[in-house]
């Protein structure tokens, strides 16, 4: 079955303990992405990724850091997550560049204390 | 630099009452543009999209949406909704040749009885 998955669902932790947020998908594509949703605000893109190697700032990447070591991989790091980082986590695909249609993960709840 | 309104943080209809979520976008150059819905405690999942050609962009459980160049607008319709299209609606817009998206903040339509 094709899809995009993050580990883990839920996380509450403490403020400054670092973090990561897995993504994988199986679809071979090029294209990966990751945003925030909070309420009132819609969707925020943090980073996304063209390709392996190739990362990018989206509109709010501050106190967040990506890779893309591999193409079906893309990891979202917290290295000294704060309270202002609360948020529900997307993390989404697509097989072409420019972006035509995105596959989103299940989401991922992040709560920090 | 693109953006995209949606006025309507939230739309309660009736059952078999027809409905309209608008969507305006700003953007300098052509675009690509989408509809996609989130139910409740899950991923987006994409509805429709105008790439080109037709204006008129129809989905498979009924919605369809009209791109209007003059209007700037991408407005999202469906003759007689059903309890189960409730759920959050996020309008988005993204520059052809570019490789992001802009989602809209959302609106919410609530079917009720």
């Known amino acids: 079955e094709a899809q995009v998955t993050q580990n883990p669902r839920y996380l509450i932790t403490v403020t400054g303990k670092k973090l990561t947020v897995t993504c994988s998908q199986n679809?071979?594509?090029?294209?990966m992405s990751w945003y925030r949703q909070d309420p009132g605000l819609g969707l925020r893109q943090i980073y996304y990724s063209m390709n392996v190697e190739v990362t990018d700032k989206g509109d709010v990447p501050e106190g967040y850091k990506v890779s893309r070591k591999e193409k079906r991989n893309f990891p979202l790091i917290l290295e000294s997550p704060s309270p202002n980082q609360t948020s529900l986590y997307f993390c989404?695909?697509?097989?072409?560049?420019?972006?035509?249609?995105?596959?989103f993960g299940p989401g991922t709840r992040l709560t920090v204390t | 630099a693109q953006s995209v309104t949606q006025l309507d943080s939230q739309v309660p209809v009736f059952e078999e009452a027809p409905v309209e979520l608008r969507c305006n976008y700003s953007s300098s150059v052509s675009v690509y543009l989408f509809w996609y819905v989130q139910y409740p405690n899950q991923g987006l999942q994409l509805l429709l999209k105008?790439?080109?050609?037709?204006?008129l962009v129809e989905s498979i459980n009924g919605f369809e949406a009209e791109f209007n160049k003059s209007q700037t607008s991408f407005h999202l319709r469906k003759p007689s909704v059903h309890i189960s299209d409730t759920a959050e609606y996020f309008c988005?817009?993204?520059?052809?040749?570019?490789?992001?998206?802009?989602f809209g903040k959302g609106t919410m339509l609530l079917v009720s009885p």
């Open positions: 105008y790439l080109s050609g037709s204006t």
């Open positions: 988005a817009v993204s520059d052809v040749g570019y490789s992001t998206l802009t």
């Open positions: 679809m071979n594509h090029e294209y």
């Open positions: 989404a695909s697509s097989r072409e560049v420019p972006v035509y249609e995105q596959y």
